[in-house]
């Protein structure tokens, strides 16, 4: 069965940089788009970043551009997203998640259990 | 950037009921609407993609319908396991955003 389990959160400094993981199994992860969505109470659910299942493209919204940088080791199945200059409003539980397409990449069909990142002094 | 609006955001409902949740566009999203089910302390869990199609394992008491900018949510008969806060997602286009949520809860 498809398994993500997302590592790396924890308690960091605004400006700070974390690496989150996202360790897959149960599905061909070098064949599928992976995104990373993040939740909060006040904002809800907010998609952050996808990359191709190759590597080859990767979207961010404007809401961490530049700021953060999604990648991934398909020989390893993960996904990783390096967050750097970070901000209070990134306290959030980060989700990575599959794209269940491959031709409409923006939706998915399985989501980790999460990890927990807070940004504060 | 789309901006997806649910009504209502909190519902209150028995065992039983019909219900039905909605999802407003701020511009034609065709059919690329996802809807998804999440319980506290937990991952959502997708339930209708394209707007209508039910992913596989999902009750058939779930059905979604709508097109363009205006779309529903229906639980046909709610059952004690479906309380839950409810999202819809568009994915036309880059970005891909979520409406704020509709929870449902016992009456």
């Known amino acids: 069965q498809v398994q993500l389990v997302e590592s790396g959160g924890g308690v960091v400094q605004p400006g700070g940089s974390l690496r989150l993981s996202c360790e897959a199994s149960g599905f061909t992860f070098s064949t599928y788009g992976m995104h990373w969505v993040r939740q909060t109470p006040g904002k809800g659910l907010e998609w952050v970043a996808f990359?191709?299942?190759?590597?080859?493209?990767?979207w961010y919204a404007d809401s961490v551009k530049g700021r953060f940088t999604i990648s991934r080791d398909n020989s390893k199945n993960t996904l990783y997203v390096q967050m750097k200059s970070l901000r209070g409003e990134d306290s959030a539980v980060y989700y990575c998640?599959?794209?269940?397409?491959?031709?409409?990449?923006?939706?998915?069909?399985?989501w980790g259990q999460g990890t927990l990142v807070a940004v504060s002094s | 950037d789309t901006q997806m609006t649910q009504s209502p955001s909190t519902l209150s409902a028995s065992v039983g009921d019909r219900v039905t949740i909605t999802c407003r566009a701020s511009q034609s999203i065709n059919n690329y609407l996802a809807w998804y089910q999440q319980k506290p302390g937990k991952a959502p869990e997708l339930l209708i993609y394209?707007?209508?199609s039910l992913e596989s394992g999902v009750p058939s008491r779930f059905s979604g319908s709508g097109s363009g900018t205006e779309f529903t949510l229906t639980i046909s008969s709610l059952q004690p396991d479906d309380f839950a806060t409810y999202y819809c997602q568009h994915y036309n286009t880059y970005p891909w955003t979520f409406g704020q949520g509709t929870k449902v809860d016992i009456k």
């Open positions: 990359i191709r299942y190759d590597g080859s493209s990767k």
């Open positions: 394209q707007a209508s």
């Open positions: 998640a599959k794209s269940r397409s491959v031709s409409m990449p923006g939706y998915f069909d399985f």
